[in-house]
């Protein structure tokens, strides 16, 4: 009598957890399975489409940078790519890391330095167009020319203090 009920709970016992083994058993088939599926139901995929290749860049202008109120070297470059235009200072390019406040400027001179009192050479408002903050001292950089400004206008590019108001070089556009 005694082993009645003690085979009934054994019985139990063994199919509840030969079921639990079995429902965890379950979701791991079922997850190694559905890429197996996705293959087979996956439609395929489009080709991407060729893009159209940038239209290289045209150079306009270049110039080479020479020193105003601390040493600056290397090339600017007014390029054209994709209907932007962009100032480029070459890898060469480098100036004084003395100077807070740095901004790049295109000016409408052709002779910033001559036109301005040394030693800092200080611009008049209205005679350049601000690019944007001198991103490093060396090497080569990028930056946009607004669309609203007339290249025909800018003859220069320079490395400017604003809070000093100082020119630190300048590289006068040939060509």
Sequence with gaps: MK???????????IFSVGCTQESAQQPESETANPSSEA???AEPEAEPEAEAEPAPAVTTKS????PGEAPTSGM???VTENGESYLELDESFQTSDQGPDLFVILHRSDDVLATTEP????LQEGDYVILGPLEEFTGAQRYQIPEDVN?????SAAIWCRQFNATFGVAKFEG
């Design 76 to 78: 600017a470059t007014i």
């Design 39 to 41: 293959e087979v139901t």
């Design 63 to 66: 110039g080479t940078f020479v």
């Design 151 to 155: 290249l025909d206008d800018y003859q």
């Design 119 to 122: 030693p800092a050479y200080p």
């Design 3 to 13: 082993l009645i009920p003690l085979t009934i709970l054994a019985s139990l016992l």
